[in-house]
């Protein structure tokens, strides 16, 4: 297949061999209306090779460039490998931004360039901002207990043995920072705001951003549980950090400032709320009810807490979200609707068991659900409790002299099964 006639492109030859070069004009030949001349079987057969090595073979011999459609950028005629590029180019041009592949890849590395500056300039403004420098240490005295129980449970989790820094909340693995994200991420930037924490250097770079202003300017900003903590002071991290742990524990072994004595019960009270949240919430996702706790939420649970432990709370809202996946199966409800009717279940339910003077079952801990750090640091460590599942505010007895409880690690992994007694029955 010998062949002379016009090609629809400009051909810039790499390779010497006539027979290479015959190919690729007929490859892309064309009749006197514009459409090609020669079949691509037939080309390949010319060529001796199949249909699917054909392109290959081209791109080995030729640079094609399209004289009618350039790039928008620098202004050369495209380079096509195929007749189906060519096609698509064709129809694009009157309406698409066509840039070639030079100046894509430029466009790319200048763009990963300026990513990377852009990155690095965020990590120095965060760095100087707030990260870690020489300071006056935490003090003691001036801790509410609500910042003591958050200090205490970050840094007796360290990265490392040296208390270099705190693990980033979102690395925790087996059992969490705080029962519940929301509450973790909240506790760090109260004390981030108060000035008690900075970000560590070994910080991964992931954990800064841009945070968009209403003015529309940029600052820059941390995501407060990819960080690494440490706790301000002078020095070595791993020194202010170990010391900052054990005036804690030794400030918890005496005699309490009048701040903490009066503290601890809404301590109590939100530590006890995010748990049973936690539980809810848990329940809730094995039956794929779709929640968000609101205020109505929290208003029911935080008084039922007023009056029953823990582990009655976990009796009301299993049976209550097991009621409500029931009230769905037997079908005229929406999945959502079920799921609302949960709340008013359980303030139901707790209202008829204070009504009717109930002693209400003691539901154990639910093994999927490990007792958090901040949990097990402000009720095993700070008030002394053996079974917090059990216990109510009444039972807590705080600022002894008696010093301070050991730390039980096996807290976090007791037995979660549920014992169901039947709704309205009294324990025996």
Same mark, same amino acid.
């Not at 935490?138 to 970050?154: E, F, G, K, P, T």
């Not at 807490?305 to 009301?316: D, I, P, R, T």
């Not at 008013?344 to 002693?359: C, F, M, P």
């Given at each position: 297949?010998?062949?002379? =006639?016009?090609?629809?492109? @400009? ?51 030729? /640079? ?12 050369? %005629? ?39 500056? *852009? ?9 100087? *901002? ?65 000035? *008690? ?33 440490? %706790? ?43 748990? =049973? ?47 409500? %996946? ?55 460590? /700070? ?7 059990? %216990? ?29 007694? =039947?709704?309205? @029955?009294?324990?025996?």
């Amino acid at each position: 297949m010998t062949d002379e =006639a016009p090609t629809a492109v @400009e051909l810039e030859f790499i390779s010497e061999e006539s027979a290479d070069r015959q190919v690729a004009r007929s490859y892309w030949a064309i009749n006197d209306d514009g459409s090609w001349k020669h079949l691509v079987k037939e080309v390949a057969a010319q060529a001796n090779i199949t249909q699917l090595s054909l392109n290959q073979r081209l791109r080995n011999i030729v /640079v094609a460039r399209d004289p009618e459609v350039s790039c928008d950028e620098c202004g050369l %005629a495209m380079i096509v490998a195929s007749r189906t590029e060519f096609d698509q180019n064709r129809r694009l041009a009157a309406t698409t931004h066509l840039v070639c592949k030079d100046c894509r890849l430029e466009n790319e590395r200048a763009e990963k360039a300026a990513a990377a500056e *852009r990155q690095q300039r965020l990590i120095d403004e965060v760095t100087a *901002r707030f990260g870690y420098r020489d300071g006056d240490p935490v003090d003691i005295a001036q801790l509410s207990l609500r910042d003591a129980v958050s200090l205490l449970a970050l840094f007796r989790n360290p990265i490392d043995e040296n208390y270099t820094c705190s693990i980033p909340l979102n690395s925790w693995t087996g059992s969490s920072f705080s029962a519940r994200a929301q509450d973790g991420r909240d506790r760090l930037t109260e004390l981030w705001n108060a000035g *008690r924490i900075a970000v560590h250097p070994s910080t991964q770079s992931s954990a800064f951003g841009w945070a968009v202003q209403a003015d529309g300017d940029e600052r820059p900003g941390i995501y407060v549980d990819r960080v690494r903590w440490t %706790a301000c002071g002078s020095g070595a991290t791993g020194s202010v950090n170990s010391a900052l742990v054990k005036s804690i524990k030794s400030a918890l072994a005496r005699p309490w400032p009048d701040s903490w004595r009066l503290g601890w019960a809404d301590e109590w009270d939100r530590v006890m709320l995010e748990e =049973a949240l936690a539980y809810l919430e848990l329940c809730m996702e094995e039956y794929k009810f779709e929640f968000s706790p609101g205020e109505r939420t929290r208003d029911v649970l935080s008084g039922a807490l007023q009056s029953f432990a823990l582990g009655a709370l976990y009796n009301f809202i299993w049976r209550a979200v097991k009621d409500s %996946a029931a009230y769905f199966q037997r079908g005229g409800v929406t999945r959502k609707q079920a799921a609302n009717s949960t709340v008013g279940r359980i303030e139901r339910s707790v209202e008829y068991a204070l009504t009717q003077k109930w002693d209400v079952k003691i539901y154990r801990r639910d093994r999927r659900l490990p007792w958090s750090a901040v949990s097990t640091t402000l009720l095993t460590t /700070v008030l002394g409790l053996g079974d917090a599942m059990a %216990a109510t505010a009444d039972d807590v007895l705080v600022g002894h002299d008696s010093g301070e409880p050991e730390w039980d690690s096996s807290v976090a992994d007791r037995d979660g099964t549920k014992e169901a007694s =039947a709704g309205g @029955e009294t324990s025996q």
